[in-house]
């Protein structure tokens, strides 16, 4: 199992199949689980509020932007 570190971006699968690609953000004062960043269109949530089943698949690098190839 793969333990999801801060500012750090993520293939997630959901229970449906469907995969995303999440950014896990830094803790948030008072908050017990972690916040995620969908970085397909920019929601953010926290995991404990998710009502359905997911799993990280692989640690994803950031896009090269800004970055010379």
């Given at each position: 199992m793969i333990e999801a570190r801060a500012n750090t971006d993520y293939l997630v699968e959901l229970c449906s199949g469907e995969q995303c690609r999440w950014r896990c953000l830094a803790?948030?004062?008072g908050d017990k689980g972690r916040w995620w960043?969908?970085?397909g269109d920019g929601r953010e949530f926290a995991e404990n509020d998710l009502m359905y089943?997911?799993?990280?698949?692989?640690?994803?690098?950031?896009?090269?932007e800004g970055r010379a190839p």
């Open positions: 803790a948030r004062a960043r969908d970085l089943a997911w799993r990280i698949v692989a640690e994803i690098d950031p896009p090269n």
